[in-house]
């Protein structure tokens, strides 16, 4: 996103909404589905769930009771989507942390009351199998490049389980391939293995692979693969558009909400007493980093986001995202308490002035049938489809619950994008302040002149020459002019090992240079700028990127991390689906991170942030490549993982 430029000192961002914020040192946990050896390793947890359906986004309607088409769609998603999300889940981080079981959403219902048509869905859609007690196959060699790029008319094969499981060979077992998201469609053969195991059977996936006919179908006009999860936008810098909350208490629905549920659920919509809110969390906040409105979106411009209390000026009559929703009667708030018995209010209405909140994760879950759970200020949700409801305009999540729009910002996309580096190009210097400038060294050799701006983020090839100018150094660009040393990000990486081949791919992480290089070989092919983890003296604090040499593991296109805070005061957060997120060691992952601007400096919880582009770039560059149509993918013999070498 285009976020507001930071100082060069810049090192924070949103408390909340970092996985590895260096504001709040809050113990970070990705929540994924299980793991492809089943093995319940510290730090090695299994994955969430997966994603990827080819369908289009529905449209969205204008009217508060027009577009009954999208929402039939909306709920059959949702229905289907929620229950798909029954699988185990684990929690884990940017760090070598212990597992930690991370408990399942509901199952959503699709009766509304009165105000919202009732519709009778289906939602027979099986949560993927426990493997984990099964046996490891012997894996068969990977398909040839000229198999898996030979064009496809069918048959196809669609994902009906939230996480679609893809095995070696025609059985269960603890030692999966990868997975496939709810509604991704894969190449396929058309005549099924049977099993005892499997009745429906295994069908052979083009691309390697198998999956049990449990969990997917040859009916592509199945209503669970129509209807399943938005595919990830390939094309762009993210697979998904993400909204920030911008206030405590704003709820994720398991269904949609009639009128009174959202009176019931959301009682500031009527309440014009408050004062302005003043949650403490926002003192934590680099006002640089937050997040804008992404102008061309059509959700984020619908309305001002407002705050925790920003419906204080609308009559009690009307919703406060200004639509022209009129409800019959104010419904008595669910939470009505004294006002001055701070500590009998729900979490999310309590005054933060005098007594900061102490919110854990679980405490968020409500799980009535139609709330499912409530977000904490800083939150991001990862966007399915929008559609409008009751003249309000909702998000469906990838997670098939759904949220107010009126309460949240969809951000911009970070633009900043790392080089390439051409034949002859040994170093890449990236400016990373906001203040730096190109100079022109003066005739006679000594000192230096300003000759324009060098604007942040920007890239110059280097010749390798240096001058010292008193305590200054410069450096020499390929295009003649010279930049200060202090203002730019410089890419240094280390001798290749002697265990990696002079033809193999490997990634270079410079901590103390703060750069990334994909190499093949001795070969630089690839630079760009990172956010490596944030040190400290303080051992609750100290979140210092590992060194070492290790081998990507597993591949996701996109998995949600979350956690609680490790002290006093610091509040949960949750990034639904990051982007690009491979992991190497334990729970250490290079991944894209789109809700801070701050590349070039220590940032991250332990993880390595990129910005999504160069995730995306170096995701689609190293092994294991990601077969198509598939979410995740894992690392095994016969597909190993690409080198990454962490180093200061």
Not at 9 to 34: G, I, L, Q
Not at 272 to 293: C, G, H, I, L, Y
Not at 447 to 467: C, I, N
């Amino acid at each position: 996103m285009q976020v507001l430029d930071t100082s060069d000192e810049a090192t924070h961002t949103m408390s909340a909404m970092d996985p590895e914020n260096p504001a709040k040192p809050t113990a970070p946990k990705n929540r994924r589905v299980a793991s492809r050896s089943g093995e319940d390793r510290p730090g090695t947890p299994g994955n969430r769930r997966g994603h990827g359906a080819p369908s289009a986004a529905a449209p969205t309607p204008t009217g508060g009771r027009g577009g009954l088409a999208t929402v039939v769609g909306a709920l059959v998603g949702i229905a289907v989507g929620a229950v798909g999300i029954g699988a185990v889940t684990w929690g884990s981080g940017c760090g070598n942390r212990a597992n930690k079981a991370v408990t399942t959403l509901p199952s959503a219902t699709t009766t509304t009351s009165e105000s919202a048509p009732s519709f009778s869905v289906s939602t027979e859609v099986a949560p993927a199998p426990d493997d984990s007690n099964e046996p490891e196959v012997a894996e068969p060699d990977a398909p040839t490049k000229e198999t898996e790029a030979k064009p496809w008319t069918g048959p196809w094969l669609g994902a009906i389980a939230q996480v679609t499981p893809v095995y070696p060979t025609p059985r269960f077992s603890k030692n999966r391939l990868g997975y496939l998201r709810r509604g991704a469609k894969v190449a396929t053969s058309e005549k099924a293995v049977h099993t005892d195991s499997c009745k429906q059977g295994f069908y052979a996936l083009i691309d390697g692979g198998y999956v049990c006919g449990k969990y997917a179908t040859l009916d592509e006009q199945d209503s669970r693969v129509k209807l399943g999860v938005k595919a990830p936008d390939l094309e762009g810098p993210m697979p998904y558009k993400y909204a920030y909350n911008t206030a405590h208490g704003t709820p994720l629905y398991a269904q949609v909400p009639s009128k009174d549920d959202m009176l019931k659920y959301e009682p500031y919509l009527l309440d014009r007493a408050k004062k302005k809110d003043k949650d403490t969390d926002a003192k934590s906040v680099e006002k640089a980093d937050q997040p804008r409105r992404d102008e061309g979106d059509q959700a984020s411009t619908a309305r001002p986001a407002p705050s925790a209390t920003a419906s204080a000026a609308a009559p009690d009559h009307a919703i406060a995202s200004g639509s022209a929703l009129v409800l019959e009667a104010p419904a008595p708030s669910a939470s009505a308490v004294d006002e001055d018995d701070e500590d009998e209010k729900p979490w999310w209405q309590r005054d933060t002035k005098d007594k900061p909140l102490d919110v854990k994760l679980s405490d968020l879950d409500e799980k009535d049938g139609t709330i499912a759970k409530r977000m904490v200020k800083g939150f991001f949700v990862a966007i399915d489809r929008s559609f409008s409801w009751n003249n309000r305009l909702w998000y469906k999540t990838t997670e098939g619950l759904i949220a107010p729009s009126d309460r949240m910002i969809v951000p911009k996309t970070p633009e900043l994008r790392g080089f390439d580096m051409a034949s002859g190009v040994k170093q890449v210097g990236f400016i990373r302040g906001s203040q730096a400038s190109k100079h022109d060294q003066k005739k006679d050799g000594k000192g230096f002149t300003k000759k324009g701006k060098a604007a942040r983020f920007t890239s110059y090839a280097l010749t390798g020459k240096t001058d010292l100018d008193g305590k200054q150094r410069y450096l020499e660009t390929a295009d003649g002019f010279w930049i200060r040393e202090a203002d730019a990000a410089l890419t240094e990486p280390g001798p290749r090992p002697e265990r990696i081949a002079a033809d193999e791919k490997w990634v270079d992480v410079n901590l103390t240079r703060r750069t990334l290089v994909a190499m093949v070989g001795d070969k630089p092919v690839y630079a760009a700028m990172i956010s490596p983890g944030k040190t400290s003296a303080k051992k609750e604090k100290d979140h210092r990127t590992k060194s070492g040499i290790f081998r990507i593991r597993e591949k996701h296109i996109a998995t949600t991390m979350d956690g609680d805070g490790t002290a006093g005061g610091d509040l949960p957060y949750s990034i639904m689906d990051v982007p690009y997120v491979e992991y190497y060691d334990g729970s250490y992952a290079l991944h894209a991170a789109f809700w801070h601007n701050n590349f070039g400096h220590e940032q991250s919880h332990g993880c390595v942030n990129l910005a999504p582009q160069d995730a995306k770039w170096l995701f689609f560059w190293t092994e294991p490549a990601l077969p198509r149509g598939w979410h995740g993918v894992w690392s095994s013999d016969k597909r190993q993982g690409s080198w990454v070498v962490v180093h200061e």
